[in-house]
């Protein structure tokens, strides 16, 4: 028994030195994107009631959620994304709020996935929603919102992922499939199980000029945006809401291209995805030569109104933060954080403490990152862990120098060092 206490639990992760670094490094990223385009951030609870986060969730991730009982006798579960818990605040506390209302979230969700690659049972993610548009624009800001924050954090070698789930409801609506039928052929597409989806279609009633139809959509695909959604048009031509959703994710690309957003798109017909909310625009981000999504989002018109909150059309985006920091190791990006200079100052005797506090306080309100020598190692000993540790600079305060306001500045890369006034260390440091 003892020893499983060792452990983490199975799926969980300690986030250590240069992990824990690469998620704050993307978390500020996130941040910055979310002011710069407007988003307010709101903090949500982390245990929710299990019937607000499992509507809408889809079967198969409602599987695999954290789901519990608490002390009162309540059904609740671990929140397995944010949109649910986002939808609740917005259709109560923040019903009567100015729209557009744009919100931002970040922070840790629970999924009872098989822990793999890029996988975990405690994951981060970064989520951006708007609320109270129902029209392109809203769908095009979310779209160049994801591409920002890409950019931000370094990320190279990806492309979007885009497509409409209206034009695939539309075709199964057409024949009178529930939607309750609907959503279980969208899981089977995201999953890939494209014969079984379309089995099912069938076993639901969908005559066979619609699954010919739908069999056509899943074969259009490509980055020349124009030719598909002209094949789009082509092969929906006799159903009026299929046509009108295409249409819709026509004028977003349009829309995204006339706006001068540098993304590479890959238009996918018969693109769905697993959660049961979604009504329009859907997309997920790739990164070339790795077989996992970092992000992805899409429109959800009608989930608001399924919490009591009326009519409020949304569309929002999310992105692992997880992934992404994998994303960035494997593209060896390195970030600014590698040009930080690091400064270790050490004391060569105990009695000049004072002296080398003051100086990393005054080192510290220049911006640097400071550390002090506090367990009255030998300068040697202290330089070693420094250089192991990565630090950049080393600042020894020794009684001759310090009698003549002077200190030995050592740069740990070039293992150089010369004698620096206390008052133009700064300067030396930065060049």
Known sequence: MASEFRRTVRGMRDLINEEAENLRFIEQKARKVS???????????????????????????????????????????LRPEFTASVARLVATKMQSAPRPLRLFSIGSLYRYDEPQFGRYREFWQANYELFGSNKSEADVEI???????????????????????????????????????????????????????????????????????LETLLNIKGRQSDVVISEIYEAVKSYSEALEAAGNLS?????????????DLLVEAGFARGLEYYTGLVFEVFVVDMDIAVGGGGRYDRLIELFGGGQVPAVGAALGVDRLS????????????????????????????????????????????????????????????????????????????????????RSMRERTQEIVPIEHLFERIMQ
């Open 251 to 263: 004028e977003i690309i349009t829309m995204l291209k006339a706006g001068c957003v540098d993304a």
């Open 35 to 77: 002011r710069l385009y407007g988003y307010k951030e709101v903090v949500t609870p982390l245990v929710e009631h299990y019937e607000l986060l499992a509507a809408k969730l889809g079967e198969e991730n409602r599987r695999r959620m954290f789901v519990f009982e608490d002390l009162g006798g309540r059904k609740v579960a």
């Open 326 to 409: 994998l994303a960035l190791q494997k593209q060896r990006q390195i970030s600014q954080r590698s040009e930080e200079r690091r400064i270790l100052v050490v004391a060569v005797e105990s009695s000049l403490f004072g002296q080398a506090f003051k100086i990393s306080n005054m080192l510290r309100e220049k911006g640097f990152i400071v550390e002090l020598e506090v367990m009255r190692r030998s300068v040697s000993k202290a330089l070693s862990d420094a250089d192991r540790r990565g630090i950049t600079h080393a600042v020894i305060v020794g009684s001759k120098e310090i009698k003549q306001n002077m200190v030995v500045l």
């Open 143 to 213: 779209l160049a919102l994801t591409n920002s924050l890409l950019k931000e954090i370094g990320l190279k070698s990806y492309f979007f992922k885009v497509g409409h789930v209206g034009i695939l409801r539309s075709i199964l609506s057409h024949d009178g499939i529930a939607e309750e039928q609907q959503n279980s052929i969208m899981q089977l597409l995201d999953k890939k199980q494209v014969d079984i989806a379309l089995e099912t279609a069938k076993n639901a009633g969908s005559s066979k000029s619609s699954l010919d139809t």
